[in-house]
């Protein structure tokens, strides 16, 4: 390898833009690429040592693919030099431009923004001045970031897109969402899913119905856990045009949340997963197979599996003193049995403990003090007659808009009318999926402990 002439410097053109900046400010990549050349190409003892380029990245980032290419040149030495355009260019972060300066002094490396030729790093004075700048420009940077915050508020307020990702069954027009042509089939297998409550199954019948490609997290993600759906958007109740009602939307989520403790690899469909809680430890308890041994007269011994429950932590850590397993037969049979008297008990003591009663007595009391309050003032001639007026006219509307107690009880036509079908006959028929269904269509959750005499008892919350 030759000897490096020492007079010749060994120089790196850096250029970055941020993904608004080139449209804002008209600094493209090329721009700055050729101005860069061009000042190597004035000065006869430089040399291009290669151009480092991040396209789209904020310059209060760190994490930037070339600039860290660039910096493992300078700490292999293989940099003497490293211009750009603007400072603004290099950093907008005063903690990061200065830990990379210290980089750079460590290597005898220095730069300069050939349009700013006022910043020079070789003299003490030179990096103070620079350091105050970036001081300025990392001010800069973060006002830039809370105006775009403010935008994008301004915009979601008048229902318009701040993005160009758009849900499947929707489409722009004029900046707003709209329903598109797919809207009825995605609309159709959100349909299916709360049906059957099955995200494979749901994949499966888009691609032969609708002709729709989703992957599952795709499909639970940008469509099952979407608010778009329902015409709502962070702040805006009437983002869009809704697709699925409130009511569809929770039962969605609740089928969801239920699902996060079922493995979909499972093969045997046990009917109560996600809902068994051991009311010892807390843990869920989860599916497995309890095998039974039978002697036969013969003296043969014949081993019998059946689907079963068995506590996370006893069967992990053998810590849960509930312990053991629990037949899948015996928690159905207890339910069917008592169900209809667990639903009533339900029903009565809602009613009796009036759950959802709201009482504003104390906030009616309080608005009459505000009245009160408000009449000194306007006696000791703080405020004027019609401030007076309109704060006054403002409590009173607050004050008869409020009843004393308002009454929102739980909507228990659904349970009613279980209640009054033969639904044990109807549940008899069912399959296993179906009948996992159907319990959780009823059943939040249901705890399961020891009593005294070593019997397991169940606590079902509805």
């Known amino acids: 390898m030759k000897k490096r002439i020492e007079s010749i410097m060994r120089v790196a053109s850096y250029r970055r833009v941020s993904s608004d900046e080139q449209a804002k400010h008209g600094d493209s990549l090329r721009d700055q690429e050729e101005r860069t050349l061009e000042y190597i190409n004035n000065h006869d003892n430089m040399v291009l040592a290669g151009i480092f380029t991040d396209d789209g990245i904020s310059g209060q980032k760190l994490e930037r693919d070339d600039f860290q290419r660039l910096m493992d040149a300078v700490k292999s030495d293989e940099i003497d030099l490293i211009i750009f355009t603007k400072l603004d260019r290099w950093f907008r972060s005063l903690r990061h431009y200065l830990n990379t300066q210290a980089i750079l002094e460590e290597h005898n490396v220095c730069w300069t923004a050939i349009d700013q030729p006022y910043f020079d790093t070789s003299t003490p004075h030179g990096r103070a001045f620079v350091a105050q700048s970036m001081m300025w420009a990392e001010l800069e940077a973060q006002n830039d970031g809370i105006r775009i915050v403010d935008v994008f508020k301004n915009k979601v307020k008048y229902g318009e897109v701040i993005s160009g990702k758009v849900p499947r069954g929707y489409r722009i027009e004029n900046k707003h969402l709209i329903l598109s042509e797919e809207a009825p089939a995605i609309y159709d297998s959100i349909l299916y899913f709360l049906k059957t409550q099955s995200l494979n199954g749901t994949i499966k019948y888009m691609r032969s119905q609708h002709g729709i490609t989703m992957t599952l ?5 940008s469509i099952l856990r979407n608010t778009k759906y329902t015409g709502k958007f962070r702040d805006n109740d009437s983002f869009c045009p809704r697709l699925i009602s409130d009511e569809e939307w929770n039962e969605i989520q609740k089928i969801l949340d239920s699902n996060l403790n079922i493995k979909s690899s499972q093969r045997y469909p ?22 039974v041994y039978t002697k036969r007269k ?13 506590c996370k932590r006893f069967q992990a850590y053998k810590e849960c003193c509930n312990g053991g397993e629990i037949r899948e037969q015996k928690i159905e049979d207890y339910l069917l049995t008592h169900i209809r008297e667990e639903l009533q008990s339900y029903i009565a003591e809602y009613s009796n403990q009036n759950k959802n009663r709201i009482d504003n007595r104390a906030r009616k009391n309080a608005i009459r003090k505000k009245l009160d309050r408000l009449k000194e003032l306007y006696v000791d001639e703080l405020i004027s007659l019609d401030e007076y007026k309109v704060d006054r006219a403002k409590y009173l509307e607050e004050l008869e808009s409020l009843p004393d107690i308002i009454e929102s009880p739980v909507d228990f036509t659904k349970i009613t009318e279980l209640l009054n079908s033969d639904f044990e006959t109807v549940y008899a028929t069912f399959d296993n999926e179906e009948k996992r269904r159907f319990w959780r269509t009823i059943i939040k959750e249901i705890r399961i402990t020891k009593s005294t005499n070593r019997q397991r008892t169940f606590k079902i919350f509805f």
């Open 217 to 221: 997290a795709n499909f639970k993600d």
């Open 270 to 291: 046990y009917i109560f997963s996600g809902l068994l809680v051991c009311d010892e430890c807390g843990y869920k308890l989860t599916g497995c197979k309890i095998n």
């Open 298 to 310: 013969s003296g043969k011994e014949y081993r019998y599996q059946y689907p079963g429950y068995e």
